[in-house]
């Protein structure tokens, strides 16, 4: 293992040095990992020069596991242990997911989220789609030929709490350091934005493999601002796709089929669906396992009828995402269109029509969204450079709220806020003498909670026995800047707390990942003990560094008292930093974070005095 | 509907965003403070750092956006001035409204419903401008009631026809998007 390097006490350790960021782009149908070279954003390609990674993962029966284009390649022979689409079942339980009767897997329902059972055992989406962004990862710390410091993911804007809960653990189960969940059309418009300097009202159009996400923003000096979103997290391309599967088993008088037969007639719908982009006759020809042939012809007039619906599908959100953000489709600059899927020409003709004008498609559909993600890891691994001075505001897409009395929503926060948000609501008990009370947090927007998403169930126990509804509960919801939920209910008479970090019973619980993490050190498999001992020691390394250029900095905000007992944190923490006790430095960086909140805060307080000084002097010290 | 804090490292919102205690308030410029503000204490300018340092700045972005999402809205930043003049629970007890108003709004109503079960979408955008119209002059009497002549009172009462008449502005648009999918 190589040794880290330290600088001298007080003596700033190499500012110019680049830290390795990456964007990953984690798709339906495929993935990509990107970063930024030189102040440019590039695709990191494969071995062979490919930037797509196809996001199917094979399981094979000795144990290996491709992802890829080899597992998309064999998908036909061996259908039920080659897992494609992934993405959709991310979060999600085996009543969520449509069309599952034409898929070959072996489905487990799990607790909360569907397993698959495959030739390497029962594998969860989250573990499915780790081995996608280790893929990802290892390439591309190959191609950067260094450790890489963290990675921006890119979700649906779409996706709910559990979605994006799942997402976040799959990247720490692939060893990625998440810097941030991103919203796919946002990271499309930081892309797009930056490149043509672009000022006004845009719309982006993000139809990927199998999710829907609309988004309205405004660009001004710098500054994207959300001010809407809206979508479908279960329709995509794979939709189109599954309509021409439909279409061909009827007029082929086919059913059944088996999985074999059906994965290649899958196949042949996708290439059907990107051959009528550029032709009006598509050719079908199959030759099934029983030796027949299969021979159709797709018009494109009958592609356009069988996937009417579909387009009007994207429709009703585009007018939703509209009207939340009180504008009307003329009031929009430019519309960036994002996703494979809006190659299909009656997407682009939908589109054009609706806004009123031509869409804009200047930039590769599949790439924007990992260039984006690169550029905004950059900067938030603290890559700046001059005019690199831009700043996201992002918001949630779906209302979050309580479960009350008659099985209601009452909503806490509505979507569209923009994150980060915090909202306190106070409830009380129903009954005399009522001493605890079951908090369920929901996600959606209709009344009952019967038809909005489950996050989580917990209960606030110590309520002292008072008559019905004098109690005062208070629950807060705060949602951080990767769009995800904790909840704290206190009631407000005693003081007496209870507080829970929400994990969304569809995803996997710490405990899990931790054995999963746990399994994979013991395997060794690519030395992950070690690379975590590694990244630890880096991690203790940055806050080090970041302490002791606050203190340069700031050093007169502290009481010689509060001073010490920094520094003494800082020493414990430098003393077992080079130890391989990854307990102990994970406890003396805690100890270093808790030492160090005051100060961290004093300084805020004082740099944003700073900042608006010369400004409105007078009114920040009212 | 509450925020988390009334004031923020002792700062009311308007303090914070550094703009006059005011219901008038200077729109570009508030949206102007608010990108300045963010563009400090946002996370995204803070993800490199330590735990304590990232913690603050999420507490400080919540708070701004809390701040500005409050006096962007003329009917909830009125609600913030009436509860820092400390005359918010008249707002919640007090549902007394003149017979006059409250008729008027009762026919609004019926009309919406009506154009609601015929799916005359044209009616509904007719009776959203109307209503929108009526809105703007009650928005004008509020800023006279709180910038000129300090009547909380009167501005309170004005600060709940406008609460009723922005939740039969919701029912329109529920039952727009209603006739159109």
Known sequence: MALLQIAEPGESTAPHEHRLAIGIDLGTTNSLVATVRSGMAV?????????????VVH?????????????????????????????????????????????????????????????????????ISA???????????????????????????????????????????????????????????????????????????DLGGGTFDISILKLTKGVFQVLATGGDSALGGDDFDHRIFCWAIEEAKLAPVSPQDGRLLQMRAREAKEYLTYHSVAPITIKLG??????????????????RTLVQKTLQPTRKALRDAGLAPAEVKGVVMVGGATRMPQIQHAVAAYFGQEPLNNLDPDKVVALGAATQANLLAGNRAAGDDWLLLDVIPLSLGMETMGGLTEKVIPRNSTIP??????????????????????????????????????????????????????????????????????????????????????????????????????????????????????????????????????????????????????????AVMMGDDRRAIDA????????????????????VQKALSGKKIGDLEA | MASVESSFAGRDHFALLGLPR????????????????????HPDKHAHKGDADRRVAMQWATQVNEAYQTLRDPLRRARYLLHLAGHDAAIETNTAMPAEFLMEQMELREAVADAHAAADTAHLDDLHGRLRQEMAAQHEELRRAIDETHDYARAADVVRQLMFQEKLVSDIDAALEAAET
């Open chain 1, 59 to 127: 399981y094979d029966a000795d144990g290996h596991v491709e992802v890829g284009h080899e597992a998309q390649a064999g998908q036909s022979v061996d259908p039920r242990n080659t897992v494609v689409s992934v993405k959709r079942f991310m979060g999600r339980g085996l009543k969520d997911i449509a069309h599952i009767e034409a898929m070959p897997y072996d489905f487990v329902e799990g607790e909360g989220q569907v397993r698959l059972r495959t030739a390497q055992g029962v594998k969860s989406p989250v573990e």
């Open chain 1, 588 to 607: 003396a960086m805690d100890a270093l974070g808790k030492g160090t909140a005051e100060f961290a805060a004093r300084r805020m307080n004082a740099s």
């Open chain 1, 421 to 574: 948000v915090a909202r306190a609501q106070e409830f009380t008990t129903f009954k005399d003498g009522q001493t605890a009370m079951a908090l369920h947090v929901v996600q959606g927007e209709r009344e009952l909670v019967s038809d909005c998403r489950s996050l989580a169930r917990f209960e606030l126990r110590g309520i002292p026995p008072m008559v019905a509804g004098a109690a005062r509960i208070r629950v807060t919801f705060q949602v951080d800047a990767d769009g995800l939920l904790s909840v704290t209910a206190r009631e407000q008479t005693t003081g007496h707390e209870a507080k829970i970090e929400v994990k969304p019973s569809y995803g996997l619980s710490d405990d899990e990942i931790a054995a999963m993490l746990k399994d994979s050190y013991s395997h060794a498999s690519d030395d992950a003990f070690r690379r975590a001992l590694r990244e630890a020691q880096v991690e203790a390394q940055r806050l080090i560094e970041a302490v002791q250029s606050a203190l340069r900095e700031d050093a007169p905000l502290l009481s010689p008292a509060e001073r010490a007992h920094v520094d003494g944190c800082l020493a414990k923490l430098q």
């Open chain 1, 43 to 55: 695709v990191l390609n494969d071995e062979l020069g490919r930037p797509l990674l196809p996001s």
């Open chain 2, 22 to 41: 005011a219901y008038a308030v200077d729109r570009n410029e508030l949206e102007r403070l608010y990108r300045d503000l963010q563009a400090h204490v």
């Open chain 1, 290 to 307: 029983s030796g027949e042939y299969v021979d159709l012809k797709l018009t494109t007039e009958q592609f356009n009828e069988i996937t």
């Open chain 1, 131 to 205: 081995d996608i962004l280790k893929t990802l990862r290892l390439r591309a710390e190959a191609a950067l030929s260094g450790q890489i410091t963290g990675a921006v993911i890119t979700v649906p804007a779409y996706f709910d709490d559990a979605q994006r809960q799942a997402t976040k653990d799959a990247a720490r189960l692939a060893g990625l350091n998440v810097l941030r969940l991103l919203n796919e059309p946002t990271a499309a418009a930081i892309a797009y934005g930056l490149d043509n300097a672009a000022e006004g009202i845009y719309a982006v159009y």
